[in-house]
């Protein structure tokens, strides 16, 4: 394990950490949900999700990932030397390639608007957007310029590369949306679009509800294949975990509120109705931002230029977290060189990316248990493998690591009092509350998956 990197400090850590929490699943899905189950009162609910389900799970992966200190495998094995927990790492190995191999495409669509953003051709008519994805060559260009910039910014190493595109790109992401959310709410009626997000709605929290703000928080703090192991692998022995943990869903929440009411208002303005997927971030937006905006041209073409570097920024450092887990392993597993490795795991998602990519068009009719290709590798990951991931890593240290040795981690050998207190109520959250609500999501997903 000789020179292994490591990241500079508790600061960076969790630019790092939100870095890969804050992404599309922010932008794109949270608004939605929000306003479709019940506005405040799900933020409510979200809110204790996080807390009780998600952030008990980034701890077990963070004290596993840095007691361990190698990836998912080397770790595993070496906290549990003979047994056989370190299969888990076969689950971090694919689940993290499979989800960057959907998300770059939809990276590489931000690119292609940022570009026409620029070029003032945004806009212009609807029905652009179904016909832009639905083409061949334009979104795979697009994805393949994507997956370059993850591959070229993991390539450059975790300090020179993650954690300095990381620390620069965070701030000026928040930046950049808040001007975004500033813009909408000037629009005319956008009074509407913000009642949708915080009018509580208590009729809205049904079992449904409760499923969608777990398996959003799964998603949003990128839980459960190991990315939040990998990234507390390069964390140093005297940084806290409980900050860390706590920044990066507490910039996670904030970002995602602020999404909401960047998208939001703007809609209702347009006196469109809210979806869920891309459609609302490119189609409806860029429209709205054109047609509705009083202001000169350039303030449009600026606007939706800022939204969309906003969502490139944001699916670049959630993507590079998802590439470096396979990037650990293959080095530390199997020596592969760091080039060798970042080259073959992003040729690979590059290849099953461009599937995903024509199944909007060309491929649209090949489906998988009814869904598109690209729906369902979303599916599979976001309603299988991440809740499974986590509750082995959750079961993991509950059960199976010596409860001793969590608490020297998680309190850095009892330097951290506050962590020292709050580790036997973190504990039942690892051992009881944090696996019964997946399995509740599991009932949950195989219900709905049979009807
Ligand atoms: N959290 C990111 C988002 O909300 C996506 C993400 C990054 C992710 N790394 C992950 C999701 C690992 C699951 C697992 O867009």
Same mark, same amino acid.
């Given at each position: 394990?000789?020179?292994?990197?490591?990241?500079?400090?508790?600061?960076?850590?969790?630019?790092?950490?939100?870095?890969?929490?804050?992404?599309?699943?922010?932008?794109?899905?949270?608004?939605?949900?929000?306003?479709?189950?019940?506005?405040?009162?799900?933020?409510?609910?979200?809110?204790?999700?996080?807390?009780?389900?998600?952030?008990?799970?980034?701890?077990?992966?963070?004290?596993?990932?840095?007691?361990?200190?190698?990836?998912?495998?080397?770790?595993?094995?070496?906290?549990?030397?003979?047994?056989?927990?370190?299969?888990?790492?076969?689950?971090?190995?694919?689940?993290?390639?499979?989800?960057?191999?959907?998300?770059?495409?939809?990276?590489?669509?931000?690119?292609?608007?940022?570009?026409?953003?620029?070029?003032?051709?945004?806009?212009?008519?609807?029905?652009?957007?179904?016909?832009?994805?639905?083409?061949?060559?334009?979104?795979?260009?697009?994805?393949?310029?994507?997956?370059?910039?993850?591959?070229?910014?993991?390539?450059?190493?975790?300090?020179?590369?993650?954690?300095?595109?990381?620390?620069?790109?965070?701030?000026?992401?928040?930046?950049?949306?808040?001007?975004?959310?500033?813009?909408?709410?000037?629009?005319?009626?956008?009074?509407?679009?913000?009642?949708?997000?915080?009018?509580?709605? %208590?009729?809205?929290?049904? !079992?449904?509800?409760?499923?969608? #703000? *777990?398996?959003? +928080?799964? /998603?949003?703090?990128? @839980?459960?294949?190991?990315?939040?192991?990998?990234?507390?692998?390069?964390?140093?022995?005297?940084?806290?975990?409980?900050?860390?943990?706590?920044?990066?869903?507490? %910039?996670?929440?904030?970002? !995602?509120?602020?999404?909401?009411? #960047? *998208?939001?208002? +703007?809609? /209702?303005?347009?006196? @469109?109705?809210?979806?869920?997927?891309?459609?609302?971030?490119?189609?409806?937006?860029?429209?709205?931002?054109?047609?509705?905006?009083?202001?000169?041209?350039?303030?449009?073409?600026?606007?939706?230029?800022?939204?969309?570097?906003?969502?490139?920024?944001? +699916?670049?450092?959630?993507?590079?977290?998802?590439?470096?887990?396979?990037?650990?392993?293959?080095?530390?597993?199997?020596?592969?060189?760091?080039?060798?490795?970042?080259?073959?795991?992003?040729?690979?998602?590059?290849?099953?990316?461009?599937?995903?990519?024509?199944?909007?068009?060309?491929? +649209?009719?090949?489906?998988?248990?009814?869904?598109?290709?690209?729906?369902?590798?979303?599916?599979?990951?976001?309603?299988?493998?991440?809740?499974?991931?986590?509750?082995?890593?959750?079961?993991?240290?509950?059960?199976?690591?010596?409860?001793?040795?969590?608490?020297?981690?998680?309190?850095?050998?009892?330097?951290?009092?506050?962590?020292?207190?709050?580790?036997?109520?973190?504990?039942?959250?690892?051992?009881?509350?944090?696996?019964?609500?997946?399995?509740?999501?599991?009932?949950?997903?195989?219900?709905?998956?049979?009807?």
């Amino acid at each position: 394990m000789k020179n292994r990197e490591q990241f500079s400090g508790n600061l960076t850590i969790i630019m790092a950490m939100a870095g890969s929490a804050i992404g599309l699943g922010n932008i794109w899905r949270f608004p939605y949900i929000v306003g479709e189950y019940g506005g405040a009162a799900f933020i409510i609910i979200y809110f204790l999700a996080c807390l009780i389900i998600a952030l008990p799970i980034f701890f077990a992966e963070s004290v596993i990932g840095r007691r361990g200190g190698m990836d998912t495998f080397g770790s595993m094995k070496k906290l549990a030397p003979g047994s056989k927990w370190y299969k888990v790492g076969m689950l971090t190995i694919i689940s993290p390639i499979i989800i960057l191999s959907y998300y770059s495409v939809v990276g590489g669509w931000s690119i292609h608007y940022l570009l026409e953003s620029f070029g003032g051709a945004l806009g212009q008519e609807t029905g652009h957007f179904g016909e832009f994805i639905s083409s061949v060559e334009a979104p795979i260009l697009a994805h393949t310029v994507f997956i370059a910039l993850v591959a070229a910014i993991v390539l450059a190493g975790v300090k020179k590369g993650i954690e300095k595109f990381s620390k620069y790109t965070m701030p000026v992401l928040f930046i950049l949306i808040l001007v975004t959310v500033i813009y909408s709410l000037t629009l005319p009626g956008a009074g509407r679009g913000v009642s949708y997000l915080v009018k509580p709605d %208590f009729s809205k929290l049904t !079992a449904q509800a409760f499923t969608a #703000a *777990v398996g959003q +928080a799964f /998603f949003s703090l990128s @839980l459960g294949v190991g990315t939040v192991l990998t990234y507390a692998s390069y964390m140093r022995k005297k940084d806290n975990m409980l900050l860390s943990g706590v920044g990066t869903a507490s %910039f996670d929440l904030i970002f !995602a509120l602020l999404a909401g009411f #960047a *998208v939001m208002p +703007a809609v /209702f303005a347009a006196g @469109l109705s809210p979806a869920s997927g891309p459609g609302v971030v490119f189609e409806t937006l860029p429209y709205i931002f054109s047609k509705m905006g009083s202001g000169a041209a350039w303030i449009t073409i600026c606007v939706s230029g800022i939204f969309f570097l906003a969502v490139l920024m944001a +699916a670049l450092t959630s993507a590079i977290s998802m590439l470096e887990v396979g990037v650990a392993y293959l080095v530390e597993e199997k020596h592969l060189k760091r080039s060798r490795a970042v080259l073959y795991l992003s040729l690979f998602a590059w290849s099953v990316g461009l599937l995903c990519s024509l199944s909007f068009g060309p491929l +649209a009719d090949v489906t998988i248990l009814g869904n598109s290709i690209f729906d369902f590798l979303d599916k599979l990951c976001s309603n299988w493998l991440l809740p499974f991931g986590g509750l082995l890593f959750t079961i993991f240290v509950g059960w199976k690591m010596p409860s001793a040795d969590v608490l020297e981690e998680f309190s850095n050998n009892g330097k951290k009092p506050l962590n020292v207190r709050l580790y036997p109520a973190l504990r039942i959250l690892m051992r009881y509350v944090a696996p019964i609500g997946i399995m509740i999501i599991f009932l949950n997903s195989i219900l709905g998956d049979l009807s």
